[in-house]
């Protein structure tokens, strides 16, 4: 049992860290610049963005849908 534990929280532990790892060249950089003329990356930025807030939207929308399915419902 104690094996098990620590197998798994040494896995955790090196995804966490391989994560962060991993994300670190991101944060320090810009992946969409929308301010330059002419090259198309305002269309990419904005299709990006509308991308995103589907995703958020929806996720916001799955999650209440969820909640509503697990109350219990009400008798009248």
Known sequence: M?????SAA???L?????????????GAQQ????GKEGDGS???AFVIMV??????AGSLFFLDHVRR????EEED
């Open 2 to 6: 104690l094996r098990r534990f620590r």
């Open 10 to 12: 040494g896995a955790a």
């Open 14 to 26: 090196v995804a966490v860290a391989t994560l962060l790892v991993l994300a670190a060249p991101a």
């Open 31 to 34: 992946l969409v610049d929308a």
């Open 42 to 44: 305002g269309g990419l």
């Open 51 to 56: 991308v995103v807030i589907v995703g958020i």
């Open 69 to 72: 399915n697990r109350l219990p």
